[in-house]
């Protein structure tokens, strides 16, 4: 498979083993592009590459030649069934395995999204019987029968849920890492308006309340569990302002524009 | 994350049986801080026993006061009726904690287990002798902005960072934990956080494979007299710099009873007794206030970083107070 020192790029693309035309696939490298990164490989050969990067995946699973695929290690195993997006699941699946893990790399669902894995951006934000938590710090052998919402299932089919036309009619993000969990969060903050549900900012947690009607200073406040790097704040907090009261703002109107109060 | 065993306790008795015969082994509720610090190799347990199945998520009416379960939610706390109701000061400070989704997930016997965020304690680089007895402590030589400025040690400086036990502390609730020979004990919540000493790996005086079953709150004059004031970073999630639960009782235009409780400053939740003992049979009046603020801080030791903790607790004693009496 290795190249001589010779080989030009064009013969070298020419002669790629099936192995090899999958790995540049993989990584996302065509055409011209292609060519060139094969040119500056040059003398050390693609094949070399190549053989590495199957070693390392021989090294990384199973010797179990006769399975096509073969999962890590599972160490001491949990069978935990429960509901995903109203559909039944059951797994097998290592005790260590959080929420999260396991409904990215068990269910395909790959909607929430790993952000700081520690609890502190709001990312994994899912929905557990009606309450947002944080799916990276939630074991999944603690989920036996609970009902699980993603972002996956926050639609009704094509039906969008008023969070997310809102988020898109206010532009309320920019590289979207953080929008399936800001919009988990902000569909359950609304069930909890409703309810009357206090934040740090109640006046008067004594007063008893029906649904709320929040100010801009209370979304912030109770959307605090959701970090935008972005920082499209403004327009995440337009949106929910929006879904929430069911007043159509216009998104470019100077005067739906925040200015930042630093005295908040 | 270390390889664990994963039990699931169907009763409160069995669940402390598992852990009591199990050095190794550790309760887990709503997993928020202890998932966190197994991730991080701070915590390495291996057998986890799931409480969340067992029957203790009760708020009720007890005694006069009321009786909050180990397992209740901390958001179903705080917006529980009784509680904001006869109790606002605990869901204010509940509210200051964390964020809704932790909240959510949190129960109150695992926020009073809670441990320091102390990033030394964090950092498995770094000397510790919270996580490993005998190591040492970076932070004392170190970036020590966030730690206690009472009762710490040549041992540990680290803070308790929990808001809740800060409004417990203050409202004098009391723990109830069951134990391996299945019989229960009640300990006055000041007693329940441990100063650092000369062992600061034990927070708490929870012997291993103590269950906590319920905080009890005794009836209470406080309800409408009360702020719970958290100073911080930034405006919503994170940990307190220095807070303060104030919560009084007026009659005839004198303070008949008062309570002032610190957080951010110790290795435990700070009753500020001598501030509390100035307030005693005088008028509510912002003098009086300055002159508890100022009783508090007298027996502050700062250090290199933390100096500034002593005039920001000066002045959240005050705010706290003025805003517990409708003056702010």
Known sequence: ?264 | MRPFKFTQAADAGSAVQAVSFNAGAKFIAGGSNLLDLMKEGVENPTELVDITRLNLTQIKSAGGGVSIGALAKNTDTANHPLIRQDYPLLTQAILAGASAQIRNMATNGGNLLQRTRCSYFYDVAMQCNKREPGTGCAAIGGINRNHAIFGASDKCIAVNPSDMSVALAALDAVVKVRGADGKERSIPFTDFHRLPGDAPEKDNNLQHGELITSIELPKSNFASHSYYLKVRDRASYAFALVSVAAALELSGGKIKQARIAMGGVAHKPWRATEAEKVLIGKAATEENFKAAADAAMKSAKPLEYNKFKIELGKRAIVLALRRATGKA
Do not use: W
């Open chain 1, 1 to 264: 498979m290795a190249f001589e020192e010779n080989d030009v790029a064009l013969d070298a693309d020419q002669q790629m083993t099936a192995d090899e035309e999958a790995l540049l696939d993989e990584l996302g490298i065509f055409g011209e592009s292609r060519r060139k990164f094969l040119g500056q490989l040059g003398g050390v050969g693609l094949g070399a590459l190549v053989l590495q990067v199957l070693a390392e995946e021989k090294a990384l699973a199973f010797s179990d030649s006769e399975t096509a695929y073969v999962a890590p290690a599972v160490e001491n195993p949990v069978t935990v069934s429960f509901t995903v997006n109203g559909a039944k699941k059951s797994l097998e699946l290592d005790s260590r395995m959080t929420l999260l893990d396991a409904l990215r790399e068990r269910l395909g669902l790959t909607g929430s999204k790993k952000g700081c894995d520690h609890g502190q951006c709001g990312a994994c934000t899912v929905i557990i019987d009606g309450r947002r938590v944080l799916a990276c710090l939630t074991l999944t052998a603690q989920c036996e029968a609970k009902s699980v919402t993603t972002i996956e299932g926050i639609a009704k089919g094509t039906d969008l849920h008023a969070i997310q036309t809102a988020f898109i009619k206010h532009d309320a993000f920019q590289c979207g890492f953080c929008t399936p969990g800001q919009i988990c969060s902000a569909v359950a903050l609304m069930q909890e308006a409703k309810n009357g549900e206090a934040s740090y900012l109640t006046a008067n947690v004594r007063q008893k309340t029906g649904a709320l009607q929040l100010s801009d200073d209370e979304i912030r406040e109770r959307m605090s569990g959701n970090l935008c790097r972005c920082g499209a704040y403004p327009n995440i907090v337009a949106a929910i302002r929006e879904a929430h009261t069911g007043k159509a703002t216009d998104p470019m109107a100077i005067s739906q524009m925040e200015v930042h109060d630093a005295t908040v």
